[in-house]
């Protein structure tokens, strides 16, 4: 507490692209390898990607190792965007004192998420569609062939209209809801929860680092699910008139997912999705506590 929201918006934001810069290389794998054998039974389809390391050494065969930082600007558009918004949300209410009831943390970091990943939409969508893009060999999911960010958005504006912008948003919105509530409420009790053992001093970096984290393997297990669901729907083909080829909606998508892919579907990618989330928790988070006192 103790900034203003306002500020809190500028330094969210900040926070949010530092950490999108060094953790996009683990974002490019992780939606490769959410997109990798979709709507196909285990087994039956070939796996140009396996595993975090082997897939990111994939991806610089196929793009180089420019390759790993793939929709880099229109991630740093979402950061930016969603971070700002929920970190300026939350810091209402906090001000708002709504935080200090019971279960106040978790509901406050719900909406604020919620209210970031609508307002981020459609960065995240662009920024799905280039990152999937590659060499036919090493093509998973849908292909767009953007040529840029700007091109994306001018080509799903000029086909679906500003509506088409933000397809795929009733993914988002439960996925950074989940993972925000999460993410705050573990990050907020962890980091006191250590202070108060003495483990580390109130304040110091290592009880935010502490706290970040925990948080981090918190957000991967919760947010997973989701996570793939958002993939799958930014990423599929759409009709002229913008309905999804492949899925109807978010229900749709869990359920063709976990009868055609089995449950362990909805986990796929999951070791990137930690070794992308754990840092980005951890810097994100870090950065926006220091930056506050600052």
């Given at each position: ?80 965007l ?29 909406v ?11 960065a ?8 999937a ?70 304040g ?19 947010m ?71």
């Open positions: 507490g103790g900034v203003p929201p306002a500020i809190d918006l500028v330094l969210g934001a900040t926070a949010g692209c530092l950490a999108c810069f060094l953790t996009n290389p683990l974002e490019v794998v992780k939606t490769r390898l959410q997109l990798q054998g979709e709507l196909q039974p285990p087994g039956t389809y070939p796996r140009p990607y396996r595993g975090v390391l082997r897939a990111a050494l994939a991806v610089c065969r196929a793009d180089g190792l420019r390759g790993l930082q793939k929709g880099l600007a229109a991630g740093l558009l979402y950061q930016g969603m971070n700002g918004v929920r970190f300026y949300c939350y810091s209402h209410a906090e001000d708002a004192g709504w935080t200090e009831y019971p279960g106040g943390t978790v509901a406050a970091g719900a604020a998420g919620a209210v970031g990943a609508i307002v981020g939409s459609p995240y969508l662009v920024k799905t569609h280039l990152q893009q590659t060499l036919s060999a090493m093509a998973v999911g849908h292909q767009h062939n953007h040529e840029s960010i700007s091109g994306a958005f001018k080509s799903i504006y000029q086909q679906h209209g500003v509506v088409g912008l933000w397809r795929g948003v009733t993914g988002a919105v439960p996925r950074v809801a989940v993972g925000s509530a999460v993410q705050l409420a573990t990050f907020a009790s962890a980091k006191d929860w250590v202070c108060e053992r003495q483990w580390f001093r109130k110091s970096w290592a009880a935010v680092l502490a706290g970040g984290m925990v948080s981090g393997v918190a957000v991967a297990v919760t997973t699910p989701f996570d793939v669901i958002s993939t799958r729907l930014y990423n599929q083909p759409v009709d002229a008139d913008g309905t999804g080829k492949l899925y109807r909606g978010f229900l749709d998508c869990i359920l063709q997912i976990s009868s055609k892919e089995g449950l362990l579907g909805l986990y796929k990618g999951i070791g990137a999705v930690y070794l992308r989330l754990g840092p980005h928790t951890v810097l994100s988070l870090f950065f926006w506590d220091k930056l506050r006192n600052m």
